[in-house]
Nanobody, 121 residues
Framework: QVQLVESGGGLVQPGGSLRLSCTASGIIFSINYMAWYRQAPGKERELVATITSGGNTNYADSAKGRFTISRDNAKNTMYLQMNSLKPEDAAVYYC???????????????WGQGTQVTVSS
């Protein structure tokens, strides 16, 4: 019913920047909450940043000052601008959204398939 598709990952040198995108499609009524998570090999998935439909944001300590989360509600798209990337930022980045579809009265959680970010010289 709802698909989340991430894009924008890739290989970048330390200190570089990347911009991730996540677009939601399907029979969407509303998207309450969106977030970026990441998972590095051998580690648990961790929250990177969140954004509400009203634009309120929160960041993990590791992302503060370097990452910026934003969204375009008209396009059902969320972004993550990542600057000053470090090798420890390398991970698969996942999009998460709390979406109410046109067929449901309550929202459900949806995940994207992930996009790989590699930070290496």
């Amino acid at each position: 019913q709802v698909q989340l598709v991430e894009s924008g990952g890739g290989l970048v040198q330390p200190g570089g920047s990347l911009r991730l995108s996540c677009t939601a499609s399907g029979i969407i009524f509303s998207i309450n909450y969106m977030a970026w998570y990441r998972q590095a090999p051998g580690k648990e998935r961790e929250l990177v940043a969140t954004i509400t439909s009203g634009g309120n944001t929160n960041y993990a300590d590791s992302a503060k000052g370097r990452f910026t989360i934003s969204r375009d509600n008209a396009k059902n798209t969320m972004y993550l601008q990542m600057n000053s990337l470090k090798p420890e930022d390398a991970a698969v980045y996942y999009c998460h959204a709390l979406v109410r579809t046109k067929l449901a009265s309550t929202p459900n959680n949806y995940w994207g398939q992930g996009t790989q970010v590699t930070v290496s010289s």
